[in-house]
C-alpha cells in the first residue's frame, strides 16, 4: 500500500530535493506552499508548476496571510515585540503559521507521514518539529535534508541524475521574504565585527529622498487605517512594506540566541513592523497606565521569545495572548509620522482614550486638581521611606 506524504514544498533545491527522494523511499507526495507574503504571483506560478515536474501527486497554494496576521502578528504588535529591540520575529510567526496549515491538509488528505525540508543547522527544523509534533503526533515526521547530512552539491547532482536541474546559486545572499519582514544572511553575517552593505537589502542603496508624512489609525490595537483611509491589516502591512523600503526604514543586523544554543546573527528589512510597532507603541503612552505599560513590556517580550524558541504551543502563549488582547480596549487613535532616510519621527498622536488631560493638569505648568500645598506635603511623605533607610544606614 503506497503511503501518503504531505511536504511542505518552497520550490528551492532542498525541497525539491525531498520530493524525489521520498518518492524513492515508496511514497507519494503531495506539497504544500503556504504563502505567509513572501510569494509574489510570478514565483507562486513557477511552484505549482515546479511540483507536478518532481512526480508529486498533487499541490496546494495555501494563502495565509490573513491568518498570519490575525493568529501571531497582532500579538506582536499589542506587544511591541522586537528581539533584541531590533528583529521584529517575522521568521518565527511566519514557520509556526506555515506549519499549522501543513498540518491541517495532511489530516484532510488522510496522509500517513508529514515533511519538512530543513537542515540541522538552523532554527526552523525545531520550530517545524515542535509545531508538527504537537498537531499531528500521529503522523510519521520526515527530514531527509538534516537526516542525509547532503552538502549542496550532492542535492544537485542527486537531482540531476534524474533529471531535474538547479543552476548554481549566483547570489552572494540568502534571502527569505515574509509580511512581516526580510532575513538576509551572507558571509558578513557571519563575523560580528562587520555589517552587511546596502546592496544587499530588498531595497538596495537609499537615496536622498524628501520626508513624508502618514497617519496610522489603529482600533483596539489594530491597525485599520493609513491617512484616513481604511485598510485591511495585510494590505495595510504590504503598503508600509513599499513606503518604508526606499528610505530603508526597519533595517539592521541582528545579533542573538539561538534555539540551538548558540550565537547568531541575521540581516533584516521590516519596515511594516518598525512603522507599526512605533506608533503603536507611542498611542499606548497616551492611552495605558504607566503599570500597564510596565508589566506590558515585560510580558509582551516574553512572549516573543515564546514564540522564537519554538514554545508556541505551551499553555503559557494562550495566557499572554488573552493579556495583550485585555490590554488593547482603550488602544484606538491616531499617530502621526515623518518618514526620513533611515529613519521615521513619531510627530504626534491622539486617542478618545487619552490620559492627558489639561483641564485636570499640565505638566510642569500648572493644576486644578491640588494646591501647591498638598504638592509639598505629598512630596515629603513620598519620599519618608528613602530618608528613614538613609538615617538607619549612617548609624
Known sequence: MTKLAVLAFSGGLDTSFCVLYLKEQGYDVATVTVNTGGFPPAELARIEAQS???GAVKHVTVDARADLFD???????????LRGQMYPLSVSAERVCQARAVAELAKELGATAIAHGSTG???DQVRFDVAFRALAPEL???TPIRDLGLSRAEEMAYCAERGVAFPEKTKDYSINEGMWGTSVGGRETLDPWTTLPE???PGGDIGSLPPTTLVLGFERGVPVSLDGAALDPVALVARLNDLGRPYGL???V????TILGIKGRVGFEAPAAHLLIGAHRELEKLVLSGKQLFWKESLGNLYGSLLHEGHFFDPLARDLEAFLASSQDRVSGEVRLTLHPRAFVVEGVQSPYSLMDPRIAT???????WTGAEAAGYAKIFGVQQTLTLKANSN
Open 52 to 54: 507536478p515536474r518532481l
Open 71 to 81: 493568529g501571531y502578528l497582532r500579538y506582536l504588535v499589542y506587544g511591541n515585540v
Open 121 to 123: 543547522a538552523g532554527n
Open 140 to 142: 510519521e515526521l520526515l
Open 199 to 201: 546592496a544587499a537589502f
Open 250 to 252: 526597519g533595517r539592521g
Open 254 to 257: 541582528h545579533l542573538g540566541d
Open 363 to 369: 505638566y510642569g505648568e500648572a493644576n486644578r486638581l
